[in-house]
């Protein structure tokens, strides 16, 4: 495939894996964060992990959209299916996100509520078109990357005067979920992984640019070097921090010129500005309530806002006691130390919200790493055949 087996090269991978074992400080020990679920799964999937050297250690981020939605706007979606009989829509992965007392919204549907799967937002305003005599929600979800997608079908259903369609918005932003992580590493009660550096977001950071992460590198000393998806992109990001830390520098780096800019697409951000505005608070799972960390629907457009149309109040609700993803996505647990870890909580039978998606830490590691955790023990004894020794 042009243009993705570049990016996939094992060789080039083994150079650039030398380099920074050649480049990093054995006396050191590095930890840089990545933020985004697609890096988790990269990182994962592609044995990333493998060619770096023991003193430096990757951590994963709360940038999977999916696993920071909190139990208390699962539920409130679940209430409004079952209690007002709505067409509910949303993407595949949050439909089976654990909600309270073990729900989700696939359970909801089994009981009666009319949720469907849709690949986008334009797809539950064509639901709208199509079932005039029915209200369509879309239950929207997602970091930067996915809002203007909404922003877009909110602005066409009220051009059109679609009067049965609205959006209960769960958008959330990437900067303050990064200065949540930092400044939680610099309380005095520390409560998130203490990092040097970030893998910056690849997605987002097409929408919103380089520029919001300035303030990191600036304020916190964090470096950040913004990566694609690839596995060369992200070993190449690492090279770029490890240098950065080597060398007392806390810039912001872009590793993705093929697709990020300093601003990002102004397009996409001025209509995000026109449709939403910022939220005082939001929960995250994991996080907790972060001040200005997400949006909501602008006045100018209330009729298309799902909590306002059907007076929906959100309540916060404790996650199960045996799941450690809040640990996880705020950097300070690994997969493999929650107790029920590919035993109850499986992808097929998911527990915590990071077993859903594949950019779920705990998915991207059942999938691709779990044998690793599995010491290899080699049989001295066993005795060996004509086969094995050709
Ligand atoms: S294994 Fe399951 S319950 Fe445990 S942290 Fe991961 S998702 Fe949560």
Redesign the pocket.
């Known amino acids: 495939m042009k243009h993705i087996d570049e990016f996939r090269d094992g060789a080039l991978a083994r150079q650039i894996a030398a380099r920074i074992a050649a480049e990093a400080d054995p006396g050191h020990a590095y930890r840089f964060m990545e933020f985004c679920g697609g890096h988790t799964h990269a990182i994962s999937r592609y044995g990333v992990i493998d060619l770096l050297p023991p003193n430096l250690r990757l951590i994963h981020g709360p940038g999977c959209p999916v696993c920071v939605l909190p139990i208390g706007r699962l539920d409130m979606a679940i209430d409004l299916a079952l209690s007002q009989r709505v067409i509910l829509c949303t993407y595949g992965d949050t439909l089976r996100v654990p909600a309270s007392e073990g729900d989700s919204l696939t359970r909801a549907k089994a009981r009666g509520a009319d949720i469907r799967m849709v690949y986008s937002p334009a797809d539950a305003l064509e639901l709208a078109r199509q079932h005039p005599e029915r209200e369509v929600v879309f239950f929207a979800i997602g970091f930067e990357t996915t809002t203007p997608p909404t922003a877009l079908v909110i602005d066409a259903a009220a051009r059109q005067g679609v009067r049965n369609f609205s959006v209960m918005c769960n958008h959330v932003l990437t900067p303050p979920a990064i200065r949540a992580i930092l400044d939680g590493a610099s309380a005095a009660e520390r409560t998130t992984a203490e990092i040097e550096g970030f893998v910056g977001p690849a997605h987002v950071s097409i929408v919103i640019g380089s520029e919001p992460y300035a303030r990191f590198a600036r304020e916190y000393r964090k470096p950040v070097v913004i990566a694609g998806f690839e596995p060369l992109d992200v070993l190449q990001a690492i090279l770029m921090l490890v240098r950065q830390v080597n060398e007392g520098r806390a810039e912001v780096e872009n590793e993705f010129t093929r697709a990020v800019n300093p601003t990002g697409n102004l397009r996409a951000q001025a209509l995000m500005d026109q449709v939403f505005e910022l939220r005082d608070a939001f929960e995250w799972r994991g996080l907790g309530s972060l001040a200005h960390s997400a949006l909501q629907i602008r006045p100018a457009y209330r009729a298309f806002d799902a909590e306002h149309r059907f007076g929906l109040h959100y309540r916060s609700v404790a996650d199960?006691k045996?799941?450690?993803?809040g640990a996880?996505l705020r950097g300070v647990k690994e997969?493999r130390e929650?107790?029920?870890?590919?035993t109850v909580?499986t992808p097929e039978n998911?527990?915590?919200?990071?077993?859903v998606s594949s950019e779920?830490?705990?998915a991207a590691h059942y999938t691709y790493g779990r044998f690793r955790d599995i010491p290899i023990v080699a049989n001295a004894a066993a005795p060996q055949t004509e086969g094995a020794l050709a």
């Not at 045996?322 to 993803?325: F, G, K, Y």
């Not at 998911?350 to 077993?355: D, N, R, V, W």
């Open positions: 199960n045996a799941c450690e993803c996880i997969p929650c107790k029920i870890f590919g909580c998911p527990i915590g919200s990071c077993m779920g830490a705990c």
